[in-house]
Antibody
Framework: EVLLVESGGGLVQPGGSLRLSCVASGFTFSSDAMSWVRQAPGKGLEFVSAVSGNGVSAFYGDSVKGRFAISRDNSKNTVYLHMKNLRAEDTAVYYC??????????WGQGTLVTVSS | SYELTQPPSVSVSPGQTASITCSGDRLGKQYACWYQQKPGQSPMLVIYQDNQRPSGIPERFSGSNSGNTATLTISGTLAMDEADYYCQAWDSSTVVFGGGTKLTVL
């Protein structure tokens, strides 16, 4: 069974930084691309970022380009989202999701990031 | 930027067929997929690559994609199918979600 467990969310001031982590189990981690998707309170889903299985390729949603960076450590079965220069509009639940071939087939429970002074 | 458009809400009676549409420019040239999200829960994939069901998804869920429109069809809708549904598509560098459709079973 695939299990994805996110952590690292919390309250951060505007302009601050935060690092989210997602530990994966139940599949061959290095074989699949991984991603982050977020959902603002009461809103829909928004793609944030994805990284290839070997960590070489990554891409981002337009709203986070230049501020967020995704990385992974295949020795730890973990994917990270490094967020800087956070804004109020980044407030959301951030989901880690497995992304094998253009679709998100397994999701974590999410971690809440609140950007507020 | 590429956009996918869904109706905000769809209503269906129990046992009837619900259809939720997702429109985008030349959407039929890409693969579309669908997610179900119930209140307080994470999204769950119900259809991928236009019409494929993941393991464990009931047969009453089906999908199609042609022209500019992808459609999620739920046959014999049950009360437990009441949820938000999101379509999603991607090309080489863009992942896009539709705005979501609230399915009400009444």
């Amino acid at each position: 069974e695939v299990l994805l467990v996110e952590s690292g969310g919390g309250l951060v001031q505007p302009g601050g930084s935060l690092r989210l982590s997602c530990v994966a189990s139940g599949f061959t981690f290095s074989s699949d691309a991984m991603s982050w998707v977020r959902q603002a309170p009461g809103k829909g889903l928004e793609f944030v970022s994805a990284v290839s299985g070997n960590g070489v390729s990554a891409f981002y949603g337009d709203s986070v380009k230049g501020r967020f960076a995704i990385s992974r450590d295949n020795s730890k079965n973990t994917v990270y989202l490094h967020m800087k220069n956070l804004r109020a509009e980044d407030t959301a639940v951030y989901y880690c999701a497995k992304w094998p071939n253009g679709y998100f087939d397994s999701w974590g429970q999410g971690t809440l990031v609140t950007v507020s002074s | 930027s590429y956009e996918l458009t869904q109706p905000p809400s769809v209503s269906v009676s129990p046992g009837q067929t619900a259809s939720i549409t997702c429109s985008g420019d030349r959407l039929g040239k890409q693969y579309a997929c669908w997610y179900q999200q119930k209140p307080g829960q994470s999204p769950m994939l119900v259809i991928y690559q236009d019409n494929q069901r993941p393991s464990g998804i009931p047969e009453r869920f089906s999908g199609s994609n042609s022209g500019n429109t992808a459609t999620l069809t739920i046959s014999g809708t049950l009360a437990m199918d009441e949820a938000d549904y999101y379509c999603q598509a991607w090309d080489s560098s863009t992942v896009v979600f539709g705005g979501g459709t609230k399915l009400t079973v009444l």
